[in-house]
């Protein structure tokens, strides 16, 4: 399994997507900015250029032919998949820390980069994955479709959970307030997301095998 995560490393993902996530998180620095944009960069930028790198790369037609079974085949890209999301989500969660330190007493429109946000934010990465895995799993080869279907949804719920949280005052007191009351809300909301994020991730594999199982190489 580990040589088959770092041959898709190597392969479909040069060093600049491991410095691209710092420049990206480096946007959590604008005070009062739609944070949400900072995690769909990766849903826009990195998975497109990934996977196509992959397509190019031949990578399906020579992965095939190497003594691994299909099932590795998909657990070592999804791997990857997730371990791109988590450094984004990593990084970016850092630079919140210095916006928050920085900017005390601004007042925020959009939600800030508190605990609660980053438990949404990884809901929007396993909505993403739950989507996008297993329709590209139909083929292994085009994406296309299942990038636009994906990205769609993780636009849709940061739009409304956004929304939502301008909008009802329960969680607008809940993801804009700072007491301890509000902290361990944002605190529970951020476990959840984690339970979800592995949930959805791990669903999203083994749909993605039982299509792969399907697909001729």
């Not at 959590?28 to 944009?37: A, H």
């Not at 984004?88 to 007042?107: C, D, E, Q, S, W």
């Not at 799993?137 to 769609?152: D, H, I």
């Not at 409304?160 to 700072?178: E, K, R």
Request: charged residues 10%.
């Amino acid at each position: 399994m580990y040589n088959l995560i770092m041959k898709d490393v190597k392969l479909g993902v040069p060093f600049f997507y491991f410095l691209f996530p710092v420049l990206i998180g480096a946007l959590m620095l604008i005070p009062g900015w739609i944070y949400f944009v900072v995690l769909l960069y990766f849903c826009w930028i990195t998975i497109p250029n990934l996977f196509n790198q992959f397509k190019a790369q031949n990578d399906l037609m020579f992965t095939s032919m190497m003594p691994v079974t299909k099932r590795d085949m998909v657990k070592a890209r999804v791997l990857v998949v997730i371990g791109l999301e988590l450094l984004h989500i990593l990084i970016a969660a850092i630079f919140g820390v210095f916006t928050m330190l920085l900017y005390p007493n601004l007042t925020y429109f959009f939600f800030p980069p508190n605990i609660g946000f980053w438990g949404l934010g990884i809901v929007m990465f396993a909505i993403f994955n739950l989507i996008f895995i297993p329709m590209f799993y139909k083929t292994a080869y085009k994406f296309g479709w299942a990038l636009l279907v994906s990205v769609t949804a993780a636009m849709l719920f940061a739009g409304v959970a956004q929304w939502l949280g301008i909008q009802n005052p329960v969680l607008s007191d809940i993801f804009y307030g700072t007491g301890a009351g509000q902290l361990l809300n944002q605190t529970i909301i951020l476990i959840a997301g984690i339970v979800i994020f592995a949930v959805f991730s791990f669903i999203a594999y083994r749909i993605a095998v039982k299509r792969f199982m399907q697909v001729e190489v």
